[in-house]
């Protein structure tokens, strides 16, 4: 079965996340299948980190705003093409629907699908055990099975050079780049102790660099005068990130897609749990030895103290 496959079509529109652990589920598919061709469906604000991956050919622009007519554009567009197999990654209504519209002899969907998406499918995965659902890549990952390959899932996604370099500093031989990300898309999610835990990891020895990131503009209440504090925030994008990723000797940040990537791409990690369950929704692969999570189970981020993230970022410098 799988040596007939030569052009597959993946419909995953949203969010960073969830497209981070379709592109493992690429990854692995184009490790075991090294001549298919591979394309995808997004959303334009996301396009451009799944246009850097490696093992993307062309990209099929889901413009959300666009209303009806946008979307039949788009469907007239995936229509142009022919493939072997469709894979429905995200199992919501227009998804289905364009799972649907898609020549292909093969349309493969979530179980789980919501919105009818299913009336699009001609195959669906296993269903969920019941119980507590698995981690969201062992979702995606059934579908490997579908076109007859192992469950075998990447160590790392692989990127190409961005167009426009991150402008980072050199730091001095020997020190430590450390990577924030002080936001997340819900507020409930977010820890409010970053500028706190600058200022403390500008005072060790062997922190060279503290870098900010992310979307939106951050700022610190009270000014820091330091030349190692890099201030990122709102001036990169998202094709950018896997290069400053790769740069950082130790990420941290909360449930968000920063935080998904750093872990496809196999960085040293604290991250940081309130409402969300790690156990669905943690760094993916989960390497001990690389990840620090902590997790407060009640939802309260406030109570996550400064001493345990500084503690956990130390121990991930040593690596």
Not at 10 to 33: F, N, R, T, V, Y
Not at 65 to 73: D, I, K, M, Q
Not at 90 to 101: E, F, H
Not at 288 to 309: K, N
């Amino acid at each position: 079965m799988k040596t007939t496959l030569q052009h597959i079509l993946i419909i995953k529109p949203s969010s960073m996340g969830d497209i981070i652990h379709g592109l493992l589920i690429a990854e692995a598919i184009k490790a075991q299948l090294p001549d298919v061709a591979i394309d995808w469906v997004v959303r334009r604000e996301f396009a451009p980190l799944v246009e850097a991956a490696s093992v993307i050919g062309h990209t099929y622009i889901f413009e959300r705003s666009a209303g009806v007519g946008g979307f039949l554009r788009l469907m007239r567009e995936v229509r142009t093409r022919r493939y072997d197999v469709v894979l429905d990654l995200q199992g919501l209504a227009r998804s289905g629907i364009l799972t649907r519209a898609a020549h292909a002899p093969r349309k493969l969907g979530r179980s789980d699908a919501r919105e009818c998406a299913w009336l699009g499918y001609s195959e669906s995965t296993p269903k969920l055990p019941a119980g507590q659902p698995p981690h969201a890549v062992k979702i995606l990952s059934a579908f490997l099975p579908l076109l007859g390959l192992e469950e075998r899932l990447p160590h790392s996604l692989r990127f190409n050079e961005p167009d426009t370099r991150v402008p980072l500093p050199e730091i001095a031989a020997g020190s430590r780049r450390v990577v924030l990300f002080p936001e997340s898309r819900r507020a409930e999610k977010n820890w409010m102790g970053y500028e706190r835990l600058t200022r403390w990891l500008l005072e060790q020895s062997n922190v060279g660099q503290v870098v900010w990131c992310g979307h939106v503009l951050f700022e610190a209440v009270e000014p820091i005068e330091d030349t190692r504090l890099v201030n990122l925030t709102g001036q990169t994008g998202i094709a950018q990130l896997p290069e400053l990723l790769n740069a950082a000797d130790c990420v941290v940040s909360n449930d968000s897609g920063p935080m998904h990537l750093a872990a496809a791409l196999g960085r040293p990690l604290v991250t940081l749990f309130g409402p969300t369950a790690p156990e669905r929704f943690g760094p993916y692969p989960p390497v001990e030895s690389r990840q620090r999570v902590i997790r407060r189970a009640d939802g309260d981020m406030s109570s996550i103290t400064l001493e345990e993230v500084g503690e956990s970022v130390l121990s991930m410098l040593e690596i």
